[in-house]
């Protein structure tokens, strides 16, 4: 496996893979490797000719400073597993080299309704710091596919946005959600959750699953009212939304019917750690 530390040096063996005509496929993750990462690495194998992999907690998406502190980090388990993986290219660059001239917003993109609700209302900024990041890495890698987890539901959305308006010859697949044994969606944060902690973490699957059996049942209130009472049956447990939204738009749906395709996602606090989740209903 190449590691590559800086754009230039990606950049030329990129050129080299584009001569030999290779399609690439590309995964950007902000390290602390988990089942979900290799899943997607896994398609993008299956997909693609060859396969690049970034690693960078990126600066600009954490609204609060104290939760990039707290972000894991686990590079030399991470570059041991992605050879493990046999990915061809890892990019692994620096604040400095991503940034050159500083973290500053240089281009703010309008998502619309996609970027205000949910993650866009709670996490002021948060978009346009993933937007800056992801075209940035699209244009130092030039991948033919893009593999992305449905766990960051929005987030695909947003994307999905960006490639379009940005005109891009990109095709995003978007990856099924990998879970623990006992549902809770993989992420890196999880680790971050106490002994005690850990346990409660089922109970936001277990909310959603509520919510979709409840579908057409009664009345999408109540049934709001009832998943987010499931998850704060432990006091350690916050919800900071619980939304019903159209599938595409995600513009919030105030009953069942508004919309064909529905999709419940949600953010909850957990103690120190805030974890996100989300559903198809229909």
Not at 15 to 41: C, D, E, W, Y
Not at 132 to 142: F, G, H, I, K
Not at 206 to 216: F, W
Request: with cysteine; glycine share 4%; charged share 25%.
């Amino acid at each position: 496996m190449y590691i590559f530390p800086t754009v230039e040096s990606l950049q030329k063996w990129v050129k080299h893979q584009r001569k030999q005509n290779k399609i690439i496929g590309f995964v950007p993750t902000m390290g602390a490797l988990h089942a979900g990462h290799l899943s997607l690495i896994e398609q993008a194998k299956q997909q693609s000719d060859v396969c690049i992999v970034s690693i960078f907690v990126n600066p600009t998406q954490f609204n609060d400073p104290a939760d990039l502190e707290r972000y894991p980090r686990k590079d030399s388990e991470d570059i041991a597993q992605l050879k493990k993986q046999k990915v061809d290219a890892l990019f692994f660059p620096s604040v400095e080299e991503m940034y050159p001239e500083g973290t500053e917003i240089k281009k703010v993109y309008d998502f619309g309704n996609l970027a205000t609700v949910m993650e866009g209302e709670h996490r002021k900024g948060h978009f346009e710091g993933v937007a800056q990041v992801v075209n940035l890495l699209l244009e130092q890698t030039t991948p033919d596919k893009l593999f992305m987890g449905q766990k960051d539901y929005q987030q695909v959305a947003i994307i999905k946005q960006l490639i379009k308006l940005e005109e891009k010859n990109i095709e995003l697949i978007a990856c099924p959600t990998i879970r623990e044994i006992d549902g809770l969606a993989m992420s890196s944060r999880n680790a971050l959750l106490t002994e005690t902690e850990r346990p409660q973490a089922p109970k936001i699957q277990e909310a959603l699953q509520m919510l979709k059996a409840n579908y057409q049942k009664i009345l999408l209130t109540k049934a709001l009212k009832e998943a987010i009472a499931h998850i704060e049956t432990n006091t350690d447990m916050k919800v900071e939304y619980l939304t019903v939204s159209d599938a595409l738009t995600l513009e919030k749906a105030e009953k069942w019917d508004n919309f064909e395709n529905l999709v419940a996602c949600t953010a909850v606090h957990l103690g120190k750690v805030r974890l996100i989740d989300n559903i198809l209903i229909s």
